[in-house]
């Protein structure tokens, strides 16, 4: 009897069978991590998409209500423009408790000197 018997022949494809299966599950391991990580991060990343086109629109909406102030100011409205200050600035107020990127911050206050501005003319017109 050699050292090729059917007996260490099995034993050595077993060992090698087993080998490859353990390579098998650590290369499919391995995908299943990524594509884990993958959406994950795709999530993260469609989540700031969304929070920034939510920011994007609220400042848009914001840019239309504050030229509706100006155009009751331009209308001598003053009793109206005053009521529709007040509303944005309780707006703005709300984007700063919420807010936490420098970014808006800044736009924040350009809005919030806009609306000082404002008040100082509507104030003129009373």
């Not at 911050?105 to 104030?123: M, P, W």
């Amino acid at each position: 009897m050699g050292r090729n018997n059917e007996r260490n022949i099995k034993k050595h494809n077993d060992k090698l069978h087993k080998e490859q299966d353990k390579a098998k599950k650590a290369a499919m391991a391995r995908k299943e991590k990524l594509k884990q990580i993958t959406k994950q991060f795709n999530a993260n990343k469609q989540n700031e998409i969304n929070n920034y086109d939510m920011e994007h629109n609220d400042f848009n909406l914001l840019q239309q209500e504050v030229q509706k102030i100006i155009d009751l100011i331009a209308a001598k409205n003053g009793k109206e423009a005053n009521n529709k200050l007040v509303q944005i600035s309780q707006q703005l107020d709300d984007f700063i408790d919420f807010s936490d990127d420098d970014a808006d911050l800044i736009e924040i206050s350009r809005y919030q000197v806009l609306l000082n501005q404002l008040h100082q003319k509507i104030n003129e017109l009373n």
